[in-house]
């Protein structure tokens, strides 16, 4: 599944290729993925692309002169891929050489730009979507996220003040888009680790000192995916087929009965907040 970094990956290079872009027409492959508007293709037609913005993981694109707005999500499976004169880039969900064949099987939109380039947006899954939204609902959808942590207003003592109430563990804290927005499951677990905290401990137990360090370790590991390029994320084209590699810098997701590279106690694997939860014993403390 896409997370934070991979979708701020992918929206800083859309954001690149389609800003100033007039869209010429709507391809609707699966009616579910616009939310079953008809009219999609009619209201978008003419409109010029102003900006894409993102809040959590939703993207938001932005028209010129129109109070429009198109709100996209990848979920488990979108990506978006943007194709100019033969020339493929983007991403989102790992990628296949099927998924770069376009429009191929899983193809949901296709946004064809004049100039001749397209957008596409696949989803096997068809979680995803892209739907045309108001000024209102766009208020809405951004009044349901916390501050980022790796946002410049975000404010690490009012975290430690709002965690330090809560009587959740630190890991569900974390997982609450509504209250610290942006971190899904892999980057809990490893900033939890390099703040030495276990998963299961509850906010209302640990100092503000620690709650700090929590903090800190959540701004410092997305901002470290996004240098990379993201986790899971693959991009090509235009960067020579590098793959995001955050995957190489992960030291507690997906290692279980593995030695923890500190201290060499094996990682173990719980479920905590209903989600597959890794830390070292020793390292993290309760
Ligand atoms: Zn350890």
Redesign the pocket.
Known sequence: MPELPEVETVRLQLRQKVRGKTIACVEVFHPKTVAHDRAIGRKLKGLTIADIDRVGKLLIVSFQDSAHHLLAHLKMTGQFLYVDKGKVSGGGHTLSPIDTTLPSKHTRVAFHLEGGSTLYFNDMRLFGYTKLASPREVEEARAAFGPEPISDTFDVEAFVRGAKKRRTPIKAILLDQSFIAGLGNIYVDEALFRAGVRPTSLGTSLSLPRLRLVAVAARDVLSESIAVGGTTFQHFADTGGEKGNFSDYLRVFGKQNTP?A????NIVKIRCAGRGTHY?P??QKP
């Open positions: 923890c500190v201290c060499g106690t070292c020793k390292c």
